[in-house]
């Protein structure tokens, strides 16, 4: 079943029509073990039918606890297949975290690694197997509930789990025709073809991780490369052998740009190192375009799945710091908080349509409601378009600093200080004040000591005045998530405590 929009919909026979062409092809190198498509191809079917046979239905959730394994595609794809919905569990969440998801989502079926079989016992209640993704799956036993009317495209493939603005994590639904359409935005940005080998070290937990570039390799019957976690030496080892693409994230970067090997290592075979973030330092990207590697940038978020914004590998070294065109398969509008359209230089918030977007949040209709408006995802982001129709990230509409009626973009703030010798990360956020409203503050994890002074001289004649900030903390380290991400509620709390 392909679709007029320009992607294929039966992802379920993705390996297996790379099968049909090319039997013996690499499709997942995992742990020194080779899986051929051939193989891959009569995993699936295999796993379909035990799955089947236990009772598994269409609608039916099948959750994921365990680090990176070739085990969660061919239980993605064989959900595919069986109209059934994955959920990767975050392993990084404490105990009551994931036990408030598995309570959200309801999965008939818990599949999980040996690392983590004491957290997945723990998820065990009435209806519920556990299983350990190596052994036998006894049958499932089911309320008598009525399987989910959507089919086809629309049929729910993936649940994964977002936080909210209160921090209460929330489940956006992917279908089918997300994942499709993230494949051939993907495939179409960086020239994939079947002999690419792709490596992927960020977790499956997250979109970044499974949709960036495994699913859209499979598409096309591309080799995956796939590390059970990130580290830096194994990473830098996998860039210089071989590799042709790799998705990364700042964090993740930056620790492979420490290893001793970086500078001496053989990146000729590297078409292109992908980056998924916000904002993304502007050093890194200059540090990989130096080694002769383009480093295109990709926007998105997990209800877009990720694709949505994001540069070509061919546009990559000629618009560094910019986050890209539109994907080829969905529309972008700049938003006023009026919904009217913001003019080119202006900034507005981030809107998305297309058949990449969610179908909406899982058993959250006030939710979706708010952020789907006329079948246009409002992400939350801003961004500034220039007269060329490229677009440049801002910041998050909740990160923005209010401050006497003038917005201040926390993020513009922070690629001032970044460059900093002295600085070895910082996060600008906004604390409240009874003259202007809101002021910023930075907050700042030093490389060596320094003093406030040196801090905000960093921004005379860069910055206007009223957009400096008003005072300076200094931390040992920032919070972060699980994709390395500032949790700016945690670093509020940080200058509060200050």
């Known amino acids: 079943m392909r679709s007029d929009e320009g992607f294929d919909a039966r992802i379920d026979l993705w390996p297996a029509r790379a099968a049909a062409e090319a039997p013996s092809s690499p499709a997942i190198l995992f742990r020194g073990e080779t899986w051929s498509y051939e193989a891959f191809a009569r995993r699936i079917d295999d796993l379909a039918e035990t799955l089947e046979a236990i009772g598994l239905r269409r609608g039916d959730r099948v959750g994921w606890l365990g680090l990176n394994h070739p085990k ?6 064989a959900c595919a297949r069986l109209g059934a919905v994955l959920v990767p569990f975050n392993w ?28 997945a016992a723990a998820l065990a209640g009435p209806g519920r197997v556990i299983a350990h993704h190596a052994r036998a799956i006894p049958p499932l036993k089911h309320d ?3 399987p989910a009317p959507e089919e086809g495209q629309e049929a729910p493939l993936l649940i994964v789990y977002t936080s909210g603005a209160t921090g209460r994590p929330k489940g956006a639904v992917l279908p089918v025709r997300a994942v499709a359409a993230n494949a051939a935005m993907s495939v179409a940005a960086h020239g994939l073809t079947r002999e690419s080998r792709a490596l992927v070290v960020l977790p499956f937990f997250h979109v970044g991780g499974l949709n960036i570039l495994p699913t859209p390799s499979f598409s096309i ?53 992908s980056i998924g973030s916000t904002d993304v330092p502007r050093e890194i990207i200059a540090a990989v375009h130096a080694r002769g590697v383009p480093m295109p940038q990709i926007y998105g978020a997990t209800e877009t799945g990720p694709f949505a914004i994001y540069q070509t590998v061919a546009d990559a070294m000629e618009t560094p710091g910019s986050i890209g065109r539109p994907g080829t398969l ?13 003019a080119p230089g202006e900034p507005g918030e981030i809107l998305v349509k297309g058949p990449n977007i969610l179908s909406g949040y899982w058993r959250n209709e006030a939710e979706t409601v708010r952020a789907i408006v006329d079948g246009w995802f409002h992400t939350g982001d801003v961004a500034v378009r220039d007269e060329a129709g490229l677009f440049w990230f801002a910041d998050r509409i909740k990160h923005v600093v209010i401050s006497g009626g003038e917005n201040i973009y926390p993020a513009e703030l922070e690629r001032v200080l970044r460059p900093h010798p002295k600085v ?44 400096h900030p008003r005072a300076v903390v200094f931390v040992d380290a920032l919070p972060r998530n699980a994709m390395g991400k500032v949790v700016a509620a945690e670093v509020r709390a940080m200058i509060g405590a200050g």
């Open 424 to 467: 070895r990360e910082v996060a600008v956020v906004g604390r409240p004040d009874p003259k202007w409203g809101e002021v910023p503050v930075a907050v700042i994890a030093p490389r060596e000591p320094m003093t406030e002074a040196e801090a905000l001289s960093a921004f005379n004649g860069v910055l206007a005045r009223y957009k």
């Open 92 to 119: 990084r969440l404490a105990a009551a975290e994931l036990a408030r998801i598995a309570e959200d989502c309801g999965p008939r079926l818990i599949l999980h690694d040996e690392e983590f079989a004491h957290q």
């Open 72 to 77: 969660v595609f061919t239980l993605l794809l």
């Open 221 to 273: 019957g591309a080799a995956v490369e796939i590390h059970e976690r990130f580290e830096p030496a194994a990473a830098l080892a996998a860039l210089a052998g071989g590799v042709t693409h790799a998705i990364m994230v700042p964090t993740v970067m930056q620790a492979i740009m420490a290893q001793p090997g970086w500078a001496a290592a053989d990146l000729s075979r590297l078409r292109a190192l």
């Open 144 to 146: 008598p509930e009525p």
């Open 330 to 342: 969905c529309e972008i509008r700049l938003a006023r908080p009026d919904g009217s359209e913001a």
